[in-house]
């Protein structure tokens, strides 16, 4: 049986996971190696030469990643991203177990012509459609094919063990070097944020302009 078989049309068609998410530390944090080793490639928006780096390590099928997505990044996007003063970096956290938040990420790093953010925001728009029960396939196809790409192209997304590799050690490095719990947990140059309101990111990247 091959990858896209197994791990999407059998596991996908479960139910989708339910790791509980932990609660956010109430305290800052700094880290450090944030950039180091990582095993693939950062999707940046804004300017790369942003004097303040956001990251945030979210969960495709995490509600509050969706809330904070919809709700806070915006108001961050208008004020610091879109004048050039700071970048975003959106990192996959998906869920030991959670097979739809890990082809949720692959089919976002797979959408052509630079649409990962796109996806991204269609991912997150749709969550309730094809992160619950039932199959996901369809759901998920009509969104990679609104990104530009075709069935065979979804295809062989879900088939690339090395991406789904990479996404899983990305976790697993964030668990181990910065300590990353729940979802979503954010990062401004390094500091790991108690909560992810749309007060303290604007507390934090101003202290760091």
Same mark, same amino acid.
């Not at 030991?96 to 269609?122: H, Q």
């Not at 909560?195 to 990247?205: H, M, N």
């Given at each position: 049986?091959?990858?896209?078989?197994?791990?999407? $049309?059998?596991?996908?068609?479960?139910?989708?996971?339910?790791?509980?998410?932990?609660?956010?530390?109430?305290?800052?944090?700094?880290?450090?190696?944030?950039?180091?080793?990582?095993? +693939?490639?950062?999707?940046? +928006?804004?300017?790369? %030469?942003? @004097?303040?780096?956001?990251?945030?390590?979210?969960?495709?099928?995490?509600?509050?990643? *969706?809330?904070?997505? !919809? @709700?806070?990044?915006?108001?961050?996007?208008? /004020?610091?991203?879109?004048?050039?003063?700071?970048? #975003? &970096?959106? *990192?996959?956290?998906?869920?030991?177990?959670? *097979?739809?938040?890990?082809?949720?990420? +692959?089919?976002? @790093?797979?959408?052509?012509?630079?649409? #990962? #953010?796109? +996806? &991204?925001?269609?991912? $997150?728009?749709?969550?309730?459609?094809?992160?619950?029960?039932?199959?996901?396939?369809? !759901?998920?196809? *009509?969104?990679? @094919?609104?990104?530009?790409?075709?069935?065979?192209? $979804?295809?062989?997304?879900?088939?690339?063990?090395?991406?789904?590799? /990479?996404? &899983?050690?990305?976790?697993?490095?964030?668990?181990?070097?910065?300590?990353?719990?729940?979802?979503?947990?954010? $990062?401004? %140059?390094? !500091? /790991?944020?108690?909560?992810?309101?749309?007060?303290?990111?604007?507390?934090? &990247? !101003?202290?760091?302009?």
């Amino acid at each position: 049986m091959n990858l896209i078989d197994r791990r999407l $049309f059998l596991a996908l068609s479960a139910s989708a996971a339910t790791a509980p998410l932990l609660a956010s530390p109430t305290f800052a944090q700094t880290v450090s190696g944030l950039f180091d080793d990582m095993p +693939m490639a950062d999707d940046v +928006m804004g300017d790369v %030469n942003a @004097k303040v780096t956001i990251v945030e390590y979210a969960s495709m099928t995490c509600p509050h990643c *969706r809330s904070f997505h !919809e @709700k806070i990044l915006p108001t961050i996007k208008e /004020k610091y991203i879109e004048t050039g003063q700071a970048k #975003y &970096i959106l *990192r996959p956290f998906p869920f030991d177990g959670d *097979r739809r938040g890990e082809a949720a990420f +692959m089919l976002a @790093k797979c959408a052509p012509n630079n649409n #990962y #953010y796109a +996806m &991204i925001d269609a991912l $997150f728009a749709t969550q309730d459609v094809w992160s619950g029960k039932g199959n996901p396939v369809p !759901e998920l196809l *009509r969104l990679s @094919k609104l990104s530009g790409m075709t069935e065979a192209d $979804f295809k062989a997304c879900l088939g690339n063990q090395d991406l789904l590799n /990479k996404i &899983i050690e990305g976790r697993n490095k964030a668990v181990k070097d910065f300590q990353v719990r729940s979802t979503p947990t954010v $990062f401004v %140059n390094g !500091e /790991k944020l108690g909560d992810s309101t749309v007060d303290s990111l604007t507390k934090a &990247i !101003e202290a760091a302009l």
